[in-house]
């Protein structure tokens, strides 16, 4: 088995321009989604990412077509030869928990394989199987995956614990063809889930938003196809803002609105950064150098826990004490030694830092980190454990004195679009390399 790594020397302050596509997080989710119509749908402005090509694997495998053509994605929905998505997916992505809605729907009957995805603390099923259950589905967990049989899905209302995406789309995919109404409450509101929502709307169903992430779903019997196009990746977009004001540079990202970066332009701001916002693209740039910050992640709209690994490895160039506060995911700072043995110096608490006590609170999770800057980062071998601590570890690579060796490449190229293309283009001496 070949071995991927990426070998970076410092170049200097990374300049110029880079389009992001749409949002590895929402085009998995229309993909899926264009499994509940009786028409084919199209997919535009998608990126060219490895989630891509295993969810299209997977539905394939359930007997559907899917048809790609550079940024477009063609799904061609279809009889349902086998509602068992393959053991051979267990662990990749967490796709398969969301297809026992719409396999249900087109079969009765479902089986997935355990989800994967980056190790970043836990997501646990709870919120699914028992989503899927008040649907009035039989749900079955075993060693190897979930069972689940239904001869029709029932609407229902269902209060999430937690305001989570995926227990959002997976109710958002049972309700559209459950019969009568589905009322949402403590649902996701970000603009992925928005963005899946509209789509589904697109092909027929009837979907309202209401106050206090209230989402209503009314039950229909059949949805066709429809087309829609992709908004942009606003984790990409923030990522490689990110990349230019770490390395002294500025870069102008072209294809995310400002509306889905309202508040991390803001929290870049404070520290120091200056912008320029047209319609068209946004660009960033710190002349009179960085500050620190106190950030606390949070559930939409607050400071997305995606954005908080690449501001981490900013905080260790700002002037000072900065403070991060993760609420989300209770080991999404695992990536912090590896920073570590870069010379970030970073201490990482299980206290709230930065923020009220958060639901890890007295858990042990250690989920709060202090950083001290500015401080000379160095190259180093590093092996990247997933796919956002992997772009923060490119960012400390490229800012470091000394060349680096980043292993684990797979995971940033499973969830950024043509990264290498990206990188190289704003200068950074990249070279991709395989044993």
Known sequence: MTEKLWEIEPSGPLRGDVTVRGAKNAVSKHMVAAMLGDAPSTIRNAPDVGEVGITAAMIEHVGMTVERSGGEITIVPGPVTDPSVDKAFTGLNRIPILMLGPLLHRAGEAFVPLVGGDPIGRRPVDFHVEALRSFGAEVIIAEDGIHARAERLVGTRIELPYPSVGATETVLLAAVLAQGKTVIRNAATEPEIIELALFLQRMGARISFSPDRRIVVEGVERLG????RLGGDRIEAFSYLVAGLVTGGEVRVHGCPQDRLVTPITTLARMGARFEITDDWIMASAPHGLRPAAVQTDTHPGFA????????VLFTQADGMSVLHETVYENRLAYVPALKGMGAEIEVYDTCLGGPACRYHDTGARHSAVVRGVTK???GDVTMPDIRAGFS???????????????????IERGYHRPVEQF????????????
């Open 393 to 411: 570890a490119v960012l400390a690579a490229a800012v470091a004195e000394g060349p680096s060796t980043l292993r684990g490449v797979h995971h």
């Open 225 to 228: 196809g429809a087309p829609t």
């Open 305 to 312: 826990t995606d954005w908080q690994t690449p501001l981490m």
């Open 377 to 379: 980062l160095r190259g």
């Open 424 to 435: 190289r283009a704003l200068g950074l001496n990249l070279r991709s390399v395989e044993l």
